[in-house]
């Protein structure tokens, strides 16, 4: 059954039928569908254009089909276009006459709009819950692990040591900024489309204002074209998840190679690990790969959605119905990681031997070396080079810079003395960097206390 049927004198093919409906999935929504509904409904009552008793049979009516939706004793059939169709059609088949009324001042283009925003509002609430508890798990590891020690890496080399709390706390930086991105999105896009109508308003007096607030927007929108044809919210929601999807990927990433049989620095709990079907010995991050990999398609949604919109006229176009597909799935997948990655590394232990091991053995403290010497007034130009030697030397030798003998420092700089040791110590290259934002326990002490201010705001 068509809500547009009138004109038309042939059936719809049923071809035409499929590829045009978007039931299938923008059934997802009936909760919003309903709820703008009856915002809608009630508005039009308070401005004298329905009647009481058509306002009270319509809302009984459309809390009857969200409750049998519910409990799953309607079900959506194929022979509805979309989902605002099938509400109306199954209202007016339980009420009657009433149920005709409810689309009085309203088009699908503003209901749809409202819809989507709606869902992406909900949504948003969701993934700002699931962000948080990662930012939970994050700040308690750095909380445990302010004196465990590894090296800190630039272009996958050892580079200075720092502690995993530090580490970590380079990833509860960006999801901070995941978490206010999404905030963002959310004050940006709180404006209600009700009442836009088709694309130029109506000649109905609404009370926009009073529907969006019953709807908890801060005010209608502004322009009725901008209303039907405005998807910069899904577009900046993508966005914002594609930037999560990046950061758990990168995370993912270092999660696979420090749970590699090279690294050992982690070792993934079962429950998040599995195992060949060939290879007896093998215990793969499978679960960190498909957060990796599943970045993919949420850039896809990203991209679809902006090629999409580029080329549209003014104001609604039947393209913008591909929003939703890829809008969902972003945000299923995004979710979906959120949830599994907090699970994992939650779950996963940290070998602190082998990671202190080894940010011992890759001269991660040739700097702290050179700057012993500049505190002792050879040029750092000159340090660098003398340190660089002490390495070739080690190398050589295949020892760290802290079992050198002093004769051996001494004999490439008379500068050395026995408190070289004690400098480049893997307890003092770390402990001396206090500065804001540096490993050190003192820095890290404080920028543990105000992450755990900024996640209470
Ligand atoms: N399913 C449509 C969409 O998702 C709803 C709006 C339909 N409006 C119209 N004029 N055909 O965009």
Known sequence: ???????????????????????????????????????????????????????????????????????????????????????????????????????????????????????????????????????????????????????????????????????????FEMFYRDLGRLCDIKKRMNACPLGAGALAGTTYPLDREYSARLLGFDGPTFNSMDSVSDRDYVIELLSALSTIAMHLSRFSEEVIIWNSNEYRFVELDDAYSTGSSIMPQKKNPDIAELVRGKTGRVYGALVAILTTMKGLPLAYNKDMQEDKELTFDAIDTVKGCLALFTGMISTMAFRKDVMEASAKNGFTNATDAADYLVNHGVPFRDAHGIVGQLVLHCLDKDIALDDMT???????????????????????????????????QEAMRQAIAACHRRLEQ
């Open 1 to 171: 059954m068509k809500l547009w049927g009138g004109r038309f004198t042939k059936e719809e093919n049923q071809l035409v039928h499929n590829f045009n409906e978007s039931l299938s999935f923008d059934c997802r929504f009936y909760r919003q569908d309903i709820e703008g509904s009856i915002a809608h409904v009630t508005m039009l009552e308070k401005q004298g254009i329905v009647s009481e008793e058509d306002r009270d049979a319509i809302i009984a009516g459309l809390e009857g089909i969200l409750a049998d939706l519910e409990s799953k004793k309607l079900e959506f059939t194929a022979e509805h276009e979309d989902i605002h169709s099938f509400v109306e059609a199954n209202l007016t088949e339980r009420i009657g006459e009433a149920g005709k009324r409810l689309h009085t001042g309203r088009s699908r283009n503003d209901q749809v709009a409202l819809d989507m925003k709606l869902y992406c509002r909900d949504e948003i609430g969701e993934l700002d819950g699931l962000v948080r508890a990662l930012l939970g798990e994050i700040l308690k590891l750095m909380e445990e692990n302010l004196d465990t020690y590894m090296p800190g890496f630039t272009h996958l080399q050892k580079a200075q040591p720092v502690t995993l709390a530090h580490h970590l706390g380079a990833y």
């Open 406 to 440: 002093l004769e051996e420092f001494q004999a490439v700089s008379p500068v050395f003395e026995e408190d070289i040791y004690e400098a480049i110590s893997m307890k003092s290259c770390v402990q001396r960097r206090v500065t804001q934002g540096a490993p050190g």
